[in-house]
T-cell receptor, first 116, second 112 residues
Framework: DTGVSQNPRHKITKRGQNVTFRCDPISEHNRLYWYRQTLGQGPEFLTYFQNEAQLEKSRLLSDRFSAERPKGSFSTLEIQRTEQGDSAMYLC??????????????FGPGTRLTVL | AQKVTQAQTEISVVEKEDVTLDCVYETRDTTYYLFWYKQPPSGELVFLIRRNSFDEQNEISGRYSWNFQKSTSSFNFTITASQVVDSAVYFCALDSNYQLIWGAGTKLIIKP
């Protein structure tokens, strides 16, 4: 049973460039989440998918951020026109949800973004 | 508002000592879930426990135990006979509409 995987693990980019991250959830999981974590802080929620539907977006997710989960399996998070403040660890989690119950989120290793 | 407070920024103990990590939460929900995760130096968040608000029984798993007290809105985590491998940042989290609201974490250093 493979866990959540994320690619790339590290990304260094120049300010103003676009970047895209990929997350592959645990295979049977229907829910997928993106979080951002800066040094010394807990993760902050960005967005959440149930299957292919994006059900929740944080106000942290500015217009420069977009996330997709086109077939209800893997997801991508794109940041356009990156800024130095976007430097952080981007975490993906997945869970097996249903019936309105809160389920356990399992996390991937994260993608560390550095914007120069 | 939903909030999780982990007042201990960093704790350092010598191996084999017991250590308790504190977590205090705020929520107006009558039904809610609390979580603990471990983040070792490698960076990947590892799930430790999930507890719902209706279950106030203490939980024990090996050297780990959790004390949930609704009266004080606390969900504390104790490691008994700590080991160097327990060194990590530990996060307490509260669910809110499928989002997790996280504390700032407690960095635990176990010295040999």
């Amino acid at each position: 049973d493979t866990g959540v995987s994320q690619n790339p693990r590290h990304k260094i980019t120049k300010r103003g460039q676009n970047v895209t991250f990929r997350c592959d959830p645990i295979s049977e999981h229907n829910r997928l989440y993106w979080y951002r974590q800066t040094l010394g802080q807990g993760p902050e929620f960005l967005t959440y998918f149930q299957n292919e539907a994006q059900l929740e977006k944080s106000r942290l997710l500015s217009d420069r951020f977009s996330a997709e989960r086109p077939k209800g399996s893997f997801s991508t998070l794109e940041i356009q026109r990156t800024e130095q403040g976007d430097s952080a660890m981007y975490l993906c989690a997945s869970s097996l949800g249903g019936g309105g119950a809160v389920d356990t989120q399992y996390f991937g290793p994260g993608t560390r973004l550095t914007v120069l | 508002a939903q909030k999780v407070t982990q007042a201990q920024t960093e704790i350092s103990v010598v191996e084999k000592e017991d250590v308790t990590l504190d977590c205090v939460y705020e929520t107006r929900d009558t039904t809610y879930y609390l979580f603990w995760y471990k983040q070792p130096p490698s960076g990947e968040l590892v799930f430790l426990i999930r507890r719902n608000s209706f279950d106030e029984q203490n939980e024990i798993s090996g050297r780990y135990s959790w004390n949930f007290q609704k009266s004080t809105s606390s969900f504390n985590f104790t490691i008994t006979a700590s080991q160097v491998v327990d060194s990590a940042v530990y996060f307490c989290a509260l669910d809110s509409n499928y989002q997790l609201i996280w504390g700032a974490g407690t960095k635990l250093i176990i010295k040999p």
